[in-house]
């Protein structure tokens, strides 16, 4: 079997089959509710339940031709909704695909990477340091390998585990702190410690964010109002009529048009959707509450490293403490050359981070003869520290042994045994270097005998060697990205583990705000919370930081009032990504443990799609907004129709049946979810301030505006019905003149309410394709209604002549028009 690079050869493809038919998948099966349950959860809705009850009683009054309309109601509302919930399933399906974490296997020798639902029983599975396990395993082999498993024991602190413990075991879900191993793999799935105790993150119920709350809150108010209306105008009209039947349908018909079931649905149709438009921008939203929370963000975090850098290290000086000379590497003397290579041998021997890249890079250059190939890694010690440095041994076969350590400059120092002047000329180059704008490095050396290492790297004493300056440029289009956010209102946090100096001179070269005032992580964590509390209003860099301090400054940021957004890619940005509102991994280089905890994965790593994703957030939210208010403007006029006659006793007090509400239902449906999720971004919605997490579409300000202009609509409606009166016409005549001012008005509302701002002349070169369709649909059906006589006798309308269809479209439109004269005086005062 240890025939690979590996010491493991792994499983071939067909004892990987084998294992799959006997033992299954790596997944927690999670119940999905099929045809039939989603129909029942379908008929429970209000609405359906009202559509039912009067379809029953056209059924029993004889009334079969309406009875059918009803029932063919039923099913087109069923349509509609199963489409909207498909289209919604469809969006979340194609982000969990995105969002399905992989691993690695040892397969045929080969190392591979597959998806973690496709490990079996018996497969080699290599963990390393920011990933997380993907399935219970023994292990066989590792390298300073340490686990966090407070998932199953509540513990937070690492776990060491070695080989020479026999019977070490890994489980599923642990993360892994640091080092690396080769487990195999013992149980999958719900076999597996975190699925036998029903931890599996697909158990876990997602709650209802507060907008959710807010919205089933008013969905729930009106639905009890339509209940007692309901029975209050069944009482009126069947002590006025003794018709039960009769007073049954006007009370469903007055039920029916206060409901406003379509709430619930726009709600979760623009957050599955507006995640799936975030997704076709390389912006993977795991949770779709993230997409309300973005466009209320407020302050976000940023790394400095890979985030406003390129992340594309070059070698370009050293310092090496036997010259005491500044270098560039290109003019390396043997000094110089030898700093190099012990910064190599303190770099892993595979390299993957940027840095380690370079310095394998510039040994390449530098040397004449490659000692890589003779040497072994024996031992290592993690980074760790703080600041952080790490060490590695490696050995050759007859035993020379080489100990190269780096790390930051201010760890190396403090493990070395220099003078005071050596140590103020180590500084002072460090401070030069610094100030350019380069990562600078330490480089230091030791030697030890025998392989009693001791357990901590800073035990051992070192020999300064010098410093190793990288030049990491600033990204091209980062100044403009700060810009973006703060005039968007959101203010940037530069949190990053490099010295100040090097921060501030990238601060500076982008223009970054409060470039030059910085905190180390060591001053900040010796405040009390309060202090921080403080502290964050007026720094905007923070240095030298580790998980404990990044975790504080969140608190703080949060304590203060804000929504935060933090940027990360290492396994100790966790917890600080885990406590923002909205943790944002970076896709390409983050750790698997990074993007598990975080709502967003930035899939090309460019920050410059934060800008989009809050825009795309404001946008979904503004245009929710859009749509909600527009359903309670039209539900007014709608329930004002059916309610005044009723009361007040009026010639004609049944003016509208269930059957014209079902179908005002069925053309609000498609505007409100439709055309309002399709709206595009308004141009100075991005030079806003954010709104503020607590604000709602409920509250006396924002219903004010939708309540006004619901109750001029039901004006122009009760002067139409009364202008219809005066002049003799009959009921038939009335109700169609008071139908077409309703649609004339809801059409001209969906212009209007397409901007609370800008003119109706500059919405409508708006890009948005479906709005003509939807209205040309409705003119259409509007149309086949009046002037098709079986739909008009059907609905029981009356063929117009030119003036009374001239006063009912004009009526209509200057019932919503007016609010373009509001909208002029915001424009003017701004």
């Known amino acids: 079997m240890a025939t690979s690079e590996y ?173 690396l191993a080769i487990c195999q793999v013992t149980a999958i799935g719900e076999k597996t410690a975190l699925g036998k105790i029903g931890k599996s993150i697909e158990t876990i119920v997602e709650e209802k964010t507060p907008l959710q709350l807010q919205i089933n809150n008013f969905v729930k108010k009106m639905a009890l109002a339509g209940i007692l209306i309901f029975f209050l105008v069944w009482g009126i009209n069947y002590f006025n009529t003794w018709d039960v039947l009769g007073s049954l349908l006007q009370a469903l018909t007055l039920a029916m048009s206060i409901l406003p079931e379509e709430i619930p649905v726009a709600f979760a149709t623009f957050m599955a959707l507006g995640a799936w438009r975030l997704m076709k921008l390389g912006i993977i939203v795991k949770q779709t509450k993230t997409v309300e929370t973005l466009g209320s963000a407020t302050v976000i975090c940023v790394d400095k490293t890979g985030t406003i850098t390129e992340n594309s290290m070059s070698l370009v000086k050293v310092y090496a403490h036997a010259s005491k000379k500044i270098i560039a590497t290109e003019n390396a003397g043997e000094e110089e050359k030898k700093l190099i290579e012990f910064a190599m041998w303190a770099s892993e021997p595979i390299a993957f981070d940027p840095m380690e890249k370079a310095l394998h890079d510039a040994y390449s250059t530098t040397t004449t003869t490659d000692k890589r190939p003779d040497y072994t890694l024996v031992h290592e010690y993690p980074l760790s520290g703080k600041p952080p440095m790490m060490t590695h041994v490696f050995e050759t076969s007859s035993g020379d042994r080489i100990i190269a350590a780096k790390g930051a400059p201010e760890a190396i120092i403090a493990v070395c045994q220099l003078s005071t002047n050596e140590e103020k000329e180590v500084i002072e180059a460090f401070r030069n270097l610094a100030k350019e704008g380069f990562r600078v490095l330490a480089v230091a050396t030791t030697e030890l005998r025998g392989s009693n290492f ?64 910085t905190m180390s992580g060591d001053e900040l964590i010796s405040l009390t919370d309060i202090e921080i509390q403080e502290k964050v209003k007026e720094v905007n860099i923070f240095t030298r930081m580790f998980p404990e301090a990044k975790l504080r400054i969140l608190n703080a940021l949060k304590a203060n009032g804000h929504i935060v957004a933090m940027t990360g890619d290492g396994v100790n940005d966790g917890p600080a990504l885990k406590a923002a509102h909205i943790g944002i991994a970076m896709g390409k280089r983050g750790s698997e443990i990074a993007k598990e905890v975080s709502s967003l994965i930035l899939t ?227």
């Not at 190793?468 to 289009?477: G, Q, Y």
């Not at 946090?493 to 501030?504: H, L, M, R, V």
């Not at 069925?666 to 308004?682: A, D, K």
Request: with cysteine; glycine share 6%.
């Open 7 to 179: 010491g493991f050869d792994g499983l071939t493809e067909d004892q990987v089959r084998e294992a799959r038919v006997q033992f299954g998948r790596n997944e927690v099966l999670k119940k999905e509710s099929g045809f039939f349950s989603r129909l029942l959860d379908l008929l429970k809705e209000p609405m359906l339940v009202l559509l039912l009850v009067a379809a029953l009683l056209y059924f029993i009054s004889g009334e079969y031709g309406d009875g059918i309309f009803m029932l063919s109601a039923i099913v087109l509302v069923s349509g509609i909704s199963f489409y909207q919930e498909s289209r919604s399933k469809n969006a979340l399906a194609a982000l969990r695909n995105l969002t399905q974490p992989t691993c690695q296997v040892i397969r045929g020798g080969k190392r591979i990477e597959i998806m973690r639902e496709e490990i079996v029983v018996g497969d080699f599975m290599m963990v390393e340091e920011g990933t997380s396990i993907p399935a219970d395993g023994l292990l066989l082999q590792s390298n300073d390998f340490s686990v966090n498993e407070s998932i199953l024991t509540g513990e937070s602190l690492p776990v060491n585990k070695s080989k020479s413990e026999e019977g070490t075991q890994v489980f599923q879900g642990t993360a892994v702190v640091g080092g």
């Open 454 to 517: 001791p357990t901590e790297q800073q035990q051992l004493p070192f020999s300064f060697k010098g410093l190793v300056a990288f030049h990491d440029p600033p990204k091209k289009n980062i100044s403009a990205v700060f810009d973006t956010f703060y005039k968007a209102g959101i203010e940037v946090k530069i949190i990053t583990g490099d010295n100040a100096a090097t921060t501030s001179s990238i601060a500076n070269q982008i223009h970054f705000k409060g470039a030059n005032k």
């Open 604 to 830: 090309d790593d460019d920050l410059a799609k934060m800008t989009e994703a809050v825009a795309m957030g404001r946008r979904i939210y503004t245009n929710l907004k859009k749509a909600i208010q527009y359903i309670i403007s039209i539900h007014i006029p709608i329930i004002l129709t059916v309610l005044i006659p009723l009361l007040l006793g009026w010639i004609y007090p049944s003016i509208f049946s269930p059957v014209h509400v079902i179908f005002l239902e069925l053309i609000m449906g498609p505007t409100c979810s439709i055309i309002y999720e399709n709206e595009p971004m308004e141009d100075n919605l991005m030079n806003q301030k954010p709104r503020l997490a607590s604000a709602t579409f409920f509250n006396w300000k924002e219903l004010s505006v939708s309540i006004l202009q619901g109750l001029i609509i039901a004006a122009g409606i009760v002067f139409i019905y009364q202008y219809a009166i005066q002049d003799g016409y009959s009921e038939s005549t009335t109700r169609t003149m008071v139908f077409l001012t309703l649609i004339t008005a809801n059409i001209f509302l969906t212009l209007v309410n397409r901007s609370f701002y800008y003119s109706l002349f500059t919405t409508l070169r708006y890009k948005n394709n479906l709005i003509g369709l939807v209205i040309i649909l409705t003119i259409l059906l509007t149309a086949s209604l009046l002037f098709i006589p079986a739909f008009a006798r059907f609905f029981e309308f009356e063929k117009m002549s030119l003036a009374q269809l001239g006063i009912s479209i004009l009526v209509g439109t200057l019932s919503v028009i007016w609010f373009e004269g509001v909208k002029l005086f915001k424009r003017l005062a701004a």
